[in-house]
């Protein structure tokens, strides 16, 4: 009896955990849309709410076969949409929509690493994904100067090929969340020097502005082809993380508990390791090096709902894109007629973040 | 009563790598050789350990001695560079991964505990290896994590958070979780270390119960030589990596061996209890 009694009060306390859980995801929401409203609605041609609202809401539109078509083949919108639809379906929406995904990879991806390095400061850059994009990135720009177009294939694959770097070097017959935390470092190092370098051969201000929004991050220009780019790869690694929670928590418990457990801890490692770089490289290909989302977002999530990573993971998963929308508005419309990148505006918002925890917390060894 | 006691053995004649050993040896080592990369000079290296089945050995040795890298290589933390393993007389590399974990459960002495998460979720996390990737909780899975609370003797901390609890209550958290995994054989590495005095005969008693109750085999590293002489049924006394002495506390735990391989001038007594009062450190 007493036993019962105790598994309802542990149930009651679950719920409370969930229940966190749940407001931080409707919160989430209601951020997102309020944001994504405010972005499709206004900018250089502004559209009154009540208009956006019928333009958004119009049932010809949302279920009209060619306007989808546009959206998931590139097709052309059909000629009869107002020039304030065809503004929000093809120039404003395709941007909310990327910046949403860019903002649940990076989220999902910066939970996984900081499982996976044991360190609730990790980012998704911390295997040195940010080192290798940058300087893909730099190398395009001063070699190929007019092939923009690979600009996303080259990010994401420099930084793919400087996480096989940092796993290779990390490698002694086995690795250790140390010693790919430092490996990290050794890649990121070297290769931002050689990107640092490589600005020097930059010829136009133009090529120069285009390195800086990918070394920094930023949504300007983007479109539904972007949105194309990322959504594939986003609808494969996000479900499996979300089904892998369960054995990010075990990885949690130390090196040596896992492998007592029963987990081949080196397999997992590197194939959870592997699918989170491949949601960095999706955001990096469509945004570039949008920085601190990936370590704030699993962060503040762990501060609601605790650390088992089958409610991070999804809190991360709305939270993100919360985070990415609000900060594109302000990258957007806070300095009408400039737009800074998005990734000036997280680390604007990320920095204070940790600032407001180190007073809160008044020491940073209980992170 | 206890479901481990109805397990058949797994040593089944149709894995190629039997061998015939001891009776009633659970664990079965032979010219064990284990290093670290880097060390020239293995840390272990010795011909021929046996843990009984069914009886609580105990690992005793001064620091350096090999006795947590000995146990590291039983649990397949460390790969010998050779030699064989063999449980219930297979070799232990034929495991599979969470097929071992069922065999053997291993208390590692440095492990952490994530905060924001209950003793019982914990405890629960012992059930890894008998869950197929995607499986949830069974009703099995919940008897196997309530028999482990009840054993570790912590069900009114079931609902604690973890990072609330003391270095002891941790500790013993920490033996639930392995105990959920319901393995024959447990390994431990110096889990009374660091624990204040009652909180270590808790966990002897934890342990003790397991073994008698349960008929669990149980080998366990022990820091202080009284506590494993009162508490286990079999000492291996290490010295330099290899095995000084084996058998009965009574047999092992002599002046003889104070001096050898702990290095101390100690008289030792035996009335109900064995007594060891330390002397002096000897020279070098």
Known sequence: MDVSSRSVEAYARLDSRDRRLASLVVGSVVVAFVAAFVQVSQGSYPTPFGVTFDVLTDPHILFNARVWAAILTGSDLPEWLSRSAVIIWSLRMPRVFVAALVGVNLAVSGAVFQAVTRNELASPYILGVSGGAGLAVLL????????????????????????????????????????????GVVVATVFQSLQTGLFYFLDSSAAMKTAIAWTTGSLT????????????????????????????????LGEETARSLGMP????????????????????????????????????????????????????????????????VIARLALMPIQVPVGVVTGIIGGPYFLYLMRRHGDFSEF | MSKIDTTPQTSDETDGSERTTD??????????????PGLDEPVVDTETLVVPEGEVTALVGPNGSGKSTLLKALARHLDADTGDVLIDGREIAAYGSKEFARELGMLSQHGS???????????????????????????????????????????????TDVSSLSGGQRQLVRI???????????????????????HQLRVMDVIRTLNEERG?????????????????????????????????????????????????????????????????????
């Not at chain 1, 996480?163 to 935390?181: D, K, M």
């Not at chain 1, 491949?278 to 501060?303: D, E, K």
């Not at chain 2, 069974?138 to 054993?151: N, Q």
């Open chain 2, 113 to 159: 505990t994530p905060e924001g998460i209950m003793v019982e979720e914990l405890v629960g996390h012992g059930r890894y290896p008998h869950k197929g990737f995607l499986e949830g909780q069974t009703e099995e899975d919940r008897e196997a994590i309530d028999r482990a609370i009840d054993l570790a003797g912590i069900e009114h901390l079931r609902e």
């Open chain 1, 221 to 252: 220009g983007v479109g539904w082809p972007q949105f194309r780019l990322a959504i594939l790869p986003t609808i494969v690694v996000v479900p499996i993380l979300l089904l892998a929670s369960r054995h990010l928590n075990v990885l949690l």
């Open chain 2, 216 to 284: 669990v085999t149980v080998c366990i590293v022990l820091h202080d030589l009284t506590q494993a002489a009162r508490f286990a049924d079999y000492l291996v006394a290490l010295r330099d990596g290899d095995i000084y002495d084996w058998g009965r506390p009574e047999d092992v735990v002599t002046e003889g061996l104070l001096a050898e391989v702990f290095g101390v001038e100690a008289s030792v007594e035996y009335g109900t209890e064995p007594r060891i009062i330390p002397k002096r450190a000897l020279d070098e």
């Open chain 2, 176 to 198: 639930a979780m392995a105990l959920a995994q319901e393995t024959d054989t447990l390994l431990l590495d110096e889990p009374t270390t660091y624990l204040d005095l009652r």
């Open chain 1, 265 to 328: 801890v080196e397999y997992v490692r590197f194939g959870l390791s592997a699918l989170a770089i491949l949601a960095a490289a999706t955001a990096v290909a469509v945004a570039g090096l949008v920085g601190f989302v990936g370590l704030v977002v699993p962060h503040a999530v762990r501060t609601v709902v605790g650390s088992d990573y089958r409610r991070l993971v999804v809190g991360s998963l709305f939270l993100g894109p919360a985070l990415v929308l609000v900060a594109d």
């Open chain 1, 140 to 183: 395009t720009l001063v070699f190929f100067a007019g092939a923009t177009f690979v600009l996303p294939f080259a990010a994401a694959a420099g930084g793919l090929i400087a996480f096989s770097l940092v796993y290779a070097i990390a490698w002694q017959g086995g690795t250790n969340p140390v010693r790919l935390v430092l490996a």
């Open chain 2, 23 to 36: 009776p009633d040896a659970k664990i079965h080592a032979s010219d064990l050789r284990v290093g670290y």
